[in-house]
């Protein structure tokens, strides 16, 4: 199915632009602990408990679980501000997941929709691969949006119309 309007304000996360500014002045554990000292004391239990885990993980800097973990604290600092219903996993986080055949990064962002209750939206610019992708991964949101824009191959274009997954086309007349 696919839609022209988003249905409220969409929130996208992590901020890879901040992060990228950040990433000059501090490193990757840095950034993580920046993080967590903006966060509420409920906010930093409910962050430390959902993560154990995947403790041994983190410690062996798994990929999917470290970018599973900064999504994780912004979502919760923006809770702390006023849960957002809609929120997105970054373009460059869900297609860089694809490309190197990560779909743990999609899985964990999909599962904290469930957690935290908000709509999950995935950007991409890459809707075939990303569809591969997520036929791989066991729980998918029956609101699971996909965020593309309107530039896709006939074909894709008419999988997006009759699949039971939601596509917001951005760029569409």
């Not at 990929?63 to 900064?70: D, E, H, R, S, W």
């Not at 190197?100 to 904290?112: N, S, T």
């Amino acid at each position: 199915m696919i839609t022209t309007k988003p249905k409220a304000k969409i929130v996208c996360v992590p901020g890879v632009e901040a992060i990228a500014r950040e990433m000059t002045t501090s490193s990757q554990v840095g950034i993580i602990l920046n993080r967590v000292k903006k966060l509420h004391l409920s906010s930093l239990l409910q962050v430390g408990l959902s993560n154990l885990p995947y403790l041994f993980k983190i410690v062996k800097k798994d990929f999917a679980v470290g970018i599973k973990v900064l999504t994780e604290l912004e979502i919760l600092k923006l809770r702390e501000l006023g849960q957002p219903r809609i929120v997105a996993l970054h373009q460059q986080m869900v297609d860089m997941a694809v490309a190197l055949g990560r779909p743990k990064v999609i899985e964990y962002f999909l599962v904290m929709a469930r957690t935290y209750g908000y709509i999950p939206y995935l950007n991409t610019c890459n809707v075939e691969p990303l569809v591969k992708t997520l036929s791989t991964i066991r729980y998918i949101p029956n609101n699971l949006v996909i965020v593309t824009s309107d530039d896709q191959n006939e074909g894709i274009m008419q999988y997006m119309k009759i699949s039971h997954l939601i596509f917001l086309v951005i760029g569409s007349k």
